[in-house]
């Protein structure tokens, strides 16, 4: 783990801020050619995606907070403006509040806008996730296997070795990418299908590596995490099955 990459003078380059920096820039540049291919411009792109990431950034913070309000209580300063602290759900909704802002007024159709978006969300997690390995945040429980790892300069430390349940996610959430991005023409007839396989995609795989993490059981065994999966992974089967006149 490297929680600071270098520093330049009295500027600190922080690992998770440089990934994200990274995913917005890759997610940019490829947004720029889909929606020059689907008939819209460059700027349109560049705007919804920074819309997408102050969104994002937003949410994630906001829902930590709430969701540690303890912590926030203690140190309302150190949560809000730190590295670490970033919530997926907190920062898909904040993302997706942000994108319709700017999808309404760039005049781009929800629908439309929702396809474009889907395998962008999941490279911008998936290198997210890096950043969260290279940080030392958000690893799981203690594990024997060849491949699990300490993070003493974790968030918060161990010493201990456990599941790098960040790793598996950035890689899943890369796979995700590639198979949305190639079968996005496909699936262009049929609209909101395509964020309907990525809900379906990414709620499955956050329910199943809850079951590896230190998260807390809300009810029924399952976390708060795993129930939000489980209506994101309904509401994505419904808009991949819908019929199309709906």
């Not at 960040?166 to 198979?179: C, I, M, P, R, T």
């Not at 299908?193 to 990525?198: D, N, P, Q």
Request: charged share 15%.
């Amino acid at each position: 783990m490297i929680p600071k990459l270098f520093e330049i003078g009295p500027i600190t380059i922080h690992s998770f801020g440089f990934m994200l920096a990274l995913a917005f820039l890759i997610i940019a540049w490829l947004a720029a050619k889909e929606f020059t291919r689907r008939g819209y411009t460059a700027d349109d792109a560049w705007t919804i995606t920074l819309a997408a990431m102050i969104g994002g950034v937003v949410g994630a913070k906001l829902y930590f907070a709430v969701d540690n309000w303890d912590e926030t209580a203690r140190d309302p300063a150190g949560v809000l403006f730190s590295g670490a602290g970033l919530t997926y759900y907190g920062g898909l909704l904040g993302g997706a509040v942000g994108v319709i802002l700017a999808a309404r007024k760039r005049k781009i159709p929800i629908a439309v806008m929702a396809d474009m978006g889907a395998p962008f969300i999941a490279l911008g997690y998936g290198v997210g996730r890096l950043g969260c390995l290279l940080n030392g945040d958000d690893y799981g429980k203690p594990s024997t296997l060849p491949w699990a790892m300490a993070f003493p300069k974790g968030s918060p430390p161990t010493l201990e070795r456990v599941h790098p349940t960040q790793l598996y996610e950035a890689v899943a959430s890369l796979a995700f990418f590639g198979v949305l991005w190639n079968r996005r023409i496909a699936f262009e007839p049929r609209p909101t299908a395509l964020m309907g396989v990525y809900l379906v995609l990414a709620g499955t795989e956050r329910f199943l590596v809850e079951f590896l993490r230190l998260n807390q059981a809300a009810a029924a065994g399952f976390t708060v995490a795993q129930w939000i999966s489980v209506i994101l992974v309904g509401v994505g089967a419904f808009l991949l099955l819908r019929p199309r006149n709906v």
